[in-house]
């Protein structure tokens, strides 16, 4: 989730009212909403990135995930987009879900693994 806005316009609906008692309600709170969402924070993000999508997702909207990924390679990061055709929000396909679990780990060991003669 990148855009807390376009979060709360689309997701579920036993969720459809979480924001508003954390954040506030929209529009009224929406200045509050971007300033939030950590597409307004790219700039300042220096850790690599994983990031694992559903083209099909209806919570977390695939184009949000694309800009994401996209405006942190604007701002110089270090980021790895999968986008799974036809995965929605969870509940993916065994073979989604297998190769989402070797990324991560790929990805975990080549940015957390410990350097030669250090535990």
Same mark, same amino acid.
């Given at each position: 989730?990148?855009? @807390? ?6 997701? #579920? ?7 508003? @008692? &954390?954040?506030? +309600? @929209? +529009?009224?709170? /929406? ?7 950590? !597409? ?9 990135? &994983? &990031? !694992?999508?559903?083209? *099909? ?10 800009? %994401? /990924?996209?405006?942190?390679?604007? /701002?110089?990061?270090?980021?790895? &987009?999968? !986008?799974?055709?036809?995965?929605? #929000? ?7 879900? *297998?190769?989402?679990? *070797?990324?991560?780990?790929? %990805? @975990?060991?080549? #940015? !957390?693994? +410990? ?5």
């Amino acid at each position: 989730m990148t855009n @807390l806005v376009t979060l709360t316009e689309h997701t #579920h609906r036993f969720e459809s009212r979480y924001n508003d @008692l &954390l954040i506030g +309600p @929209l +529009p009224e709170a /929406a200045s509050e909403y971007a300033r939030r969402s950590p !597409l307004a924070r790219v700039a300042a993000i220096r850790a690599p990135v &994983l &990031l !694992l999508q559903g083209t *099909a997702d209806r919570v977390v909207a695939a184009a949000d995930t694309i800009g %994401f /990924a996209d405006a942190l390679r604007a /701002a110089g990061g270090d980021v790895t &987009l999968q !986008l799974y055709d036809g995965e929605g #929000h969870g509940g993916w396909r065994p073979d989604a879900r *297998a190769d989402a679990i *070797a990324r991560t780990f790929a %990805f @975990l060991q080549a #940015h !957390l693994a +410990p350097t030669r003669g250090r535990p």
